[in-house]
Each structure stands twice: as structure tokens, then as C-alpha cells.
């Protein structure tokens, strides 16, 4: 087992970061924490990286325990926290010559590791850290997280904030790293990533509310869902909710996700009743639950 | 019936020395419009945003914003728009009340004007427990949700919404969306930047940026049959990796 966090619980005053959290990760696994703002990802960082200690339970990384082997850890993982944590007064080069020389290597000798992601942010090694873009802070960020050959590499909301286009290309990155052995464990408030993960665990207000393979989770949906549409969206967002037999009513890129409370719904009924609200060009079909479905309907629980 | 337009941009350019941020682009947005404006970052949605905001003068280019032009009438502008951000929203140390009274007088609401619209905001957002509470203290959903009434406070003609759903949940970012969908049907417009690809679904219409230029216009649905995409995704991936 590469991670093994047993019952972990961590507390701030009354708040409840994390409540009683089980996870275990595979040697060489990609798992994603999946979560919102404030689900206790950050928390379960700390932990795991020996910055903070649990209130309750007990966890290990790479073989090491949290907290009697804290140092061995300490060398053997790579941690990019959430928010920028490099030095913006040094350069590229320099920042990541730091990095290596605290872990007692060089570039040189990890310059495989990092090529790929490297050479892409090269040409401005003598830029300053805090003059970069986004996109190469954190390509920068994930190097110096890498350079000392980590056995886990824990990602702290690695794509939170940026486009669409970086956000693909940074997790190819993390697939090619996964190749080559390395244990990732990432957190990301993207349910879209979810899918590019071997395993997930959906996390909301310090509780894991399901783990399983993407697919699996997907799978697991109790409800026929359908892909709803109308003339007017904000209408029939309005007729949904006041429908007696809805279950749920969600927004979902073009159209609204629906369930209906009963077991033998019948579509014909609900654009019956749609039309009678006065809703033109009423389209209904059926579709398949995503990863950010499941996650609503388990958070509404 | 004659469609009002709200904002009209006709060449708009912002150059930092050798550095063209925002290139020539022209676009109008219609009265109670969902307008979303995507781009991947360093695009230059932010500098263009800022110009229609009236906090930063074009280098060349034309726009007009509620009415009023960006080049003399920035103090205009401020009055008839809202603005909200996922960096700059509400003020964490004051309690919600407070920050409503803040902003409330900012916008030179009169006292009464304030209670009342107060009130109503913590009635309509279910705020009873928590309206002496500090903002520091809410969960980010609520934050922003709140931060978006109060944008509204002073009935704008257009709210301008940076990236206001970035990490939250995914039950409050669709309540958010509702509200936003509300405000539009009452009028408000709504110009919107956001990374998620779901959400540009929901506008009416939605711009791409890339490397300063507008390289697409027009409802989602179409930019999907034109770009053979069957989601705005992929139309993003298509156009910004290009």
C-alpha cells in the first residue's frame, strides 16, 4: 500500500475538517480527491505531507509512518499545495536549483524526470518566479515537487483556476509521471477530471461520501436521469421544481438533468405537463449520469 | 421589438508596450443578455473586461457601456454596472449585514433603501441566521452567492461576473446559476468569464478569446454544429489549441 490513512479525523474548534477518513492508494495509482472549497482536501494534505497532525487515527505514506517516521516521509514524497509556493523573487532556474540542493541532488540528475515538463517552461529560466503566467507557475510548481525523484506525489488542486487547455495538458503530464511509477494522489474541485482518475473518492464537508473507479461511481447512480430542454430555461427550471414528482433538477450544459420521484415515470407525462405550463420546442430524453450527478445526489443525502 | 443594446464594442485594442494584450475586438451584447466571455488565461479577458469596467483606458477602439462611453464617462459606468470576482467579493470582516450597508452606501442608496433591499436579500437567500455573522466565517458558496446579490444592490443595467462559481460546490454553483438566470429574465445583463465548460452552456451567447483576438461568437448550440463539437469543450480545445 503506497498510502493508508485509517480513521483520520481533524477538528478546528467545532469544525469538523475531516470525520472518521478511510482511504488506501495503490502503489502507482492516480486517485483524485473529489471535492468543493472546504471539503477537508487541503486538510488531508497537511496530514499526509507531516505539516499537521491528526486528532484522531493513523495513516502511513510509502511504508512510513505520519507520525513516527515523519523525516523518512519528508524525503520520499513531493507536495505542490494549492497555493503558489515557490520564491517569486527567484528565477525559474534558481527556484528549482533550491529545491534540488534542499533534497541533496541536482538537476542533472533528475533532469529525466522533469524533461517533459521542463523544457516547456526553459526558455524563461531567468524570468522571476512572480513575473510567470498561470500556466507556467504551475508547470514550475509541479517540477521543483518533482526534482528529488518522489515515491508519492501529492497535487493540491494543481488546475483550480485555469483553462480548459492547460488544465488537459496538465494532467497528460500527471499520466506520463503515473507511467513511470510514481503514486499521485490529486484533489481537484473539476468533476470533469474525476474521469481521468483510476479511483476517487467524492468528499464534502470532511466526509468521504463514496470511493470506487470513475466508471463504478457513475454506475452506481440509483435513478434514470433526463436530459431536459425548452424555449425558455429559466422557465423551465421553474415548471421542473414545481413539478410534484421531480426528485432532482439540475443545470446541466444545454440541458436540465431531471429525475422523477416514481419508479415508473413516463416522459410523455412531464412533456404533457410542460406544454400545459406553456413551454414550446420541449425536448426530453434519457441520458447518462456523469460523476458531478452522483456527486449531487449523494451530497443532497 | 426593437432588442436595446447594452454594451457595444466597435475595434477596442489595449497595448502594453511592444505587447498587444487585446486586439481590435467588436461585439454588443443585448439588454438582459447572458453574454459569456471565455478564453484561455492570458487571453485577455481580464484587460478587456477592465476596459468596459472603466478602470483601465483603451489604447485605441471604441466601446460603449450602459450607455455611456469608456473613454470620458468611466464614472458613469461604475453606477449602472455591478461587478463581482471570485478574488474580490465581499468584505470577510464585516458581518453580512454590514457588508450590504457597505456597499449599499457605496452606490449611494439611501438609508431606508438599504434596510428594505437588505432585508429582502437575507429573506430571498434564507441569510436569518447568519446576517450578523462575518462573511469570513460562511462557506465560499454562500459568499458568493451573497456577493452577487449585493452586485445587484443598486439595480445595474449589467453585472460584470469574473469567474464567480471557481470552487464551488456543484448543488451551489447551479443555485447560482439560477439566480443568474433570474436576474437576466428581469432585465439585468449578464457578462460572465468562467473556465467551466458546462456553464458557457448556459449562456445565450458566448465569445472565445485567444491571443487578444475574438476568434468566436454565438450561441453555444451553434458554435457546436459549426466546430462539429458536441460540447463547448471540446469547442474550446479546438480553438485555443490551434
Known amino acids: 500500500m503506497s498510502i493508508r490513512i485509517d480513521h483520520i479525523s481533524k477538528s478546528y474548534g467545532k469544525v469538523n475538517a475531516l470525520d472518521d477518513i478511510s482511504i488506501q492508494v495503490d502503489p502507482g495509482e492516480l486517485f483524485g480527491l473529489i471535492g468543493p472549497d472546504g471539503a477537508g482536501k487541503t486538510t488531508l494534505f497537511r496530514i499526509l505531507t507531516t505539516l499537521l497532525l491528526p486528532d484522531h487515527g493513523s495513516a502511513s505514506v510509502a511504508g512510513y509512518d505520519i507520525i513516527a517516521d515523519f523525516k523518512a516521509i519528508r524525503k520520499q514524497v513531493g507536495y505542490m499545495p494549492g497555493r503558489f509556493s515557490l520564491y517569486q523573487d527567484l528565477t525559474v532556474e534558481e527556484n528549482l536549483r533550491f529545491f534540488a540542493t534542499i533534497f541533496g541532488t541536482t538537476i542533472a540528475e533528475n533532469y529525466d524526470l522533469i524533461r517533459d515538463i521542463y523544457v516547456q517552461i526553459e526558455p524563461f529560466k531567468n524570468r522571476r518566479a512572480g513575473k510567470l503566467s498561470g500556466g507556467m507557475k504551475q508547470k514550475l510548481a509541479l517540477s521543483c515537487a518533482l526534482i528529488h525523484k518522489p515515491k508519492v506525489l501529492f497535487l493540491d488542486e494543481p488546475t483550480t483556476g485555469v483553462d480548459p487547455v492547460s488544465r488537459k495538458e496538465f494532467w497528460e503530464m500527471l499520466k506520463r509521471l503515473q507511467a513511470k511509477g510514481i503514486t499521485i494522489l490529486v484533489s481537484t474541485p473539476y468533476m470533469d477530471e474525476a474521469a481521468l482518475c483510476d479511483r476517487i473518492a467524492l468528499i464534502q464537508d470532511g466526509r468521504i461520501l463514496e470511493i470506487d473507479t470513475p466508471k463504478a461511481i457513475v454506475e452506481h447512480y440509483p435513478k434514470p436521469i433526463f436530459d431536459v430542454g425548452a424555449h425558455n430555461t429559466y422557465l423551465l427550471i421553474e415548471k421542473l421544481n414545481a413539478y410534484v414528482h421531480k426528485h432532482s433538477v439540475f443545470p446541466f450544459g444545454e440541458y436540465i438533468h431531471y429525475t422523477d420521484q416514481r419508479d415508473g415515470f413516463d416522459p410523455l407525462e412531464l412533456r404533457a405537463y410542460l406544454k400545459n405550463e406553456g413551454l414550446q420546442n420541449i425536448h426530453i430524453e434519457r441520458t447518462k449520469a456523469t460523476i458531478e450527478d452522483t456527486f449531487m445526489e449523494l451530497a443532497k443525502q | ?242
Open chain 2, 1 to 242: 421589438m426593437k432588442e436595446e443594446t447594452v454594451i457595444k464594442v466597435e475595434g477596442l485594442t489595449k497595448v502594453f508596450g511592444d505587447f498587444t494584450a487585446v486586439n481590435k475586438i467588436s461585439f454588443h451584447v443585448r439588454k438582459g443578455e447572458i453574454f459569456g466571455f471565455l478564453g484561455a488565461n492570458g487571453a485577455g479577458k481580464t484587460t478587456a473586461m477592465k476596459m468596459l469596467i472603466g478602470i483601465s483606458s483603451p489604447s485605441s477602439g471604441s466601446a460603449n457601456v450602459a450607455g455611456f462611453d469608456v473613454y470620458t464617462q468611466t464614472e458613469d459606468i461604475k453606477k449602472s454596472i455591478g461587478y463581482m470576482s471570485q478574488k474580490f467579493a465581499l468584505y470577510d470582516d464585516l458581518t453580512v449585514k454590514e457588508n450590504i450597508r457597505f456597499f449599499g452606501g457605496i452606490y449611494g442608496l439611501s438609508k431606508n433603501r438599504i434596510s428594505q433591499k437588505s432585508n429582502l436579500l437575507i429573506e430571498e437567500l434564507g441569510l436569518e441566521k447568519v446576517a450578523h455573522s462575518l462573511v469570513g466565517s460562511l462557506p465560499l458558496g454562500w459568499k458568493q452567492k451573497i456577493a452577487f446579490s449585493v452586485s445587484l444592490l443598486h439595480d445595474p443595467k449589467i453585472v460584470f461576473l469574473d469567474e464567480p462559481t471557481g470552487g464551488v460546490d456543484p448543488i451551489t454553483r447551479r443555485q447560482f446559476w439560477e439566480m443568474i438566470y433570474k436576474a437576466a429574465n428581469n432585465g439585468t445583463t449578464i457578462f460572465v468569464t468562467t473556465h467551466y465548460m458546462d456553464e458557457a452552456e448556459y449562456c445565450d451567447r458566448v465569445s472565445i478569446m485567444v491571443d487578444g483576438n475574438i476568434e468566436a461568437l454565438d450561441t453555444p448550440k451553434n458554435l457546436k454544429t459549426h466546430f462539429g463539437s458536441d460540447s463547448m469543450n471540446d469547442v474550446f480545445l479546438k480553438l485555443a489549441r490551434s
